[in-house]
Every structure is written in structure tokens, then in C-alpha cells.
């Protein structure tokens, strides 16, 4: 895509100027993806590719920055232009010293330093976050959140992540692990979480395969994995919405906006009914940005973060 007027509006380097644009990147399990994102939230490239997780951290990431320099000229910008960097991957993670711990779907990237590989890559500032937090983070600034002060995120794709925003801030818990919705008990002896090891968590109900099954209705067996996966949907939404009485419920995951009205009618209908008083007045909707939440989310977040630092104005 290119950008018409990009170079009208060069950021000229004096002090303060917000950049124009930052780079957002996403490590998911399965896919790497970059976008060039402006200060509206507006992603002026995106560009995805496949992660390979089994070749290791250093092929994979090699990968990812070559996609984000990819981003950058597709969006016909130059790199005068892009203040920061922000990644998004799924935890456990240390987003204050920029270190995947061990996610679990990226098996053997253990301990891997990413900010500062990226900032020796790519020559600029880079933050990294929870994929769910930065999304909840980029729905916030930029999207179905905008100007709420409470607001709850949930990603419904292979497994089931959160991001929750508290007064106005992103609540990232004591070391930016907390927020995670998806192992929310709906069953305390059911089925195994894979992510956790625990019993009956919302992920182990919920996932973006389950809810694929509606494109088969009529089928009895799709018919009961579609309604087993409504029910537990509603009760983990109905325990979220009663604990942080949030305005409203962003859900996420491409699977989330296929199935639009035909999941989101009876989940917000039952969450109304089954919630505590006012918490049930939470309205449920689906994200803006459909598959480029995460790019926009590591965006909101790389902004955030050059903001607090100091190094570059508000966007
Ligand atoms: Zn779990």
C-alpha cells in the first residue's frame, strides 16, 4: 500500500515530535505478522508469514525483523518516519526486561532476550508485551474501546487469552503476567487445561476450533460442541464481567468474527440474565481490527511506552 503525503509530514526530528508511525510485530504459534501502524491506529501495510517455530528462536526472529522491514517499505515509508517498535507474543514473558520466559507455543524459544535483538536489528526503541494485554491495549486507544475508562479484552483462537483495562490503564498484574481470562474456572472437575495443567479452565471449553464447528449446524454432534461451548463461554464471561463490572467485553479471534451474531446473540442475551446487577450491563462486541488486532496492539503499546519514556510525545 502506499502512503499518500507520507513525506509531507516527515518528522523533522525535533524534540517531542511524536513519530508518525510505529512498527507493530506478532509472534503467534503459527503465524509471524507485521504492519506499519499510523498515529490513528490506521495499519498502512501488514504483511504475514509463517512462524516455523521449530527452527529455533534466532532463524524465527531473523524472520520476523525481515518481515518488519518488509512492513515498512510496502507502506512506501522511510525509516525517518517510524518511531518505535512493539511486539506481541503470547506469555509467559518479562515484558519489563524484553524476555520470552517459555510460551508454550513456541516450544524451545526459552529465556530469549527479544528486545534486545530487535533494537540491535532494527536501530530503535522496542517494547515487548502479552499478545492479549497489547491487543486489549490497541481496542483501547484505538478501537471498540475507545473512551471507556473499563474495558475487558478476550481472544478466542487456539487457546483463550485476556487483557483487562482498569481506570483508564492497562492492569498487567505485579510482574505483567496477570489477565489471564482463558484459565478462569467454568468446571473446577473437568476437562484438562492444556495451558495450565489445571482442570476446567475456559480455554479447555473454548477455542477457536470449537466454534468452527458451527459453519457444520445441523449436525448433532457439531450442535453439541456449539451449545457445550456457548454454555462455558457464558459462565467464564459472567464470572469476568461480575469481577471487574468492565462497559464492555471486546472479543477477538478470527473464528470470533465469523460467526458474529450467531454466537454473540445468545452470549450477551445469557451474560445480561445470569450477571449481578449492573455488571451485566456490559455490552459485548467484537474487535475493530479482525486479524490485524495484534499488530495494532503492539502499536498502542510501543506508543505507550516511548510516551512514559520520555523519548517521544503522546500520538
Ligand atoms: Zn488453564
Same mark, same amino acid.
Given at each position: ?11 523533522? *526530528?525535533?524534540?517531542?515530535? #511524536? #513519530? ?26 501488514? !504483511? ?6 521449530? /527452527? ?32 506481541? +507474543? ?8 524484553? !524476555?520470552?520466559?517459555? #510460551? ?83 468446571? +473446577?472437575?473437568?476437562?484438562? +487445561?492444556?495451558? +495450565? ?26 450442535? /453439541? ?20 463490572? #468492565? ?9 470470533? *468474527? ?58
Amino acid at each position: 500500500m502506499t502512503t499518500v503525503g507520507a513525506r509531507d509530514a516527515v518528522v523533522d *526530528g525535533s524534540l517531542g515530535a #511524536p #513519530p508518525r508511525y510505529v512498527l507493530g510485530l506478532d509472534v503467534g504459534g503459527t503465524k509471524l505478522a507485521a504492519g506499519l501502524v499510523d498515529e490513528a491506529g490506521v495499519v498502512r501495510s501488514f !504483511v504475514l508469514e509463517a512462524t516455523r517455530a521449530e /527452527e529455533g528462536p534466532d532463524r524465527g526472529l531473523e524472520r520476523l525483523f525481515e518481515l518488519g522491514r518488509r512492513a515498512v517499505a510496502e507502506a512506501g515509508a522511510g525509516w525517518e518516519e517510524v518511531g518505535a517498535v512493539g511486539i506481541g +507474543c503470547g506469555g509467559p514473558l518479562d515484558s519489563a526486561r524484553g !524476555v520470552l520466559l517459555a #510460551p508454550p507455543h513456541l516450544p524451545g524459544w526459552t529465556d530469549v532476550a527479544v528486545v534486545e535483538l530487535a533494537e540491535h536489528a532494527l536501530g530503535l526503541p522496542v517494547a515487548l508485551e502479552n499478545d492479549a494485554t497489547a491487543a486489549a491495549a490497541g481496542e483501547h486507544r484505538y478501537g471498540a474501546g475507545a473512551g471507556s475508562s473499563h474495558m475487558v479484552y478476550l481472544t478466542i483462537s487456539t487457546g483463550v487469552g485476556g487483557g483487562i483495562v482498569v481506570d483508564g490503564r492497562l492492569y498487567r498484574g505485579s510482574t505483567g503476567n496477570g489477565g489471564e481470562l482463558g484459565h478462569v474456572t467454568v468446571d +473446577c472437575r473437568g476437562r484438562v +487445561c492444556r495451558g +495450565c495443567g489445571r482442570k476446567g479452565c475456559l480455554e479447555a471449553y473454548v477455542s477457536g476450533t470449537s466454534l468452527a464447528v458451527a459453519a457444520a449446524a445441523g449436525d448433532p454432534v457439531a450442535t /453439541e460442541v456449539w451449545e457445550a461451548t456457548v454454555d462455558a463461554l457464558v459462565c467464564g464471561l459472567t464470572s469476568i464481567v461480575n469481577l471487574f463490572e #468492565p462497559q464492555l467485553v471486546v472479543l477477538g479471534g478470527g473464528v470470533v *468474527g465469523g460467526t458474529g451474531e450467531q454466537l454473540l446473540g445468545p452470549v450477551r442475551e445469557r451474560v445480561r440474565a445470569e450477571a449481578m446487577g449492573s455488571a451485566g450491563e456490559a455490552k459485548i462486541v467484537v474487535s475493530a481490527f479482525g486479524q490485524h488486532v495484534g499488530v495494532v496492539g503492539a502499536a498502542a503499546i510501543a506508543r505507550e511506552r516511548a510516551a512514559s519514556a520520555g523519548a517521544v510525545a503522546h500520538g
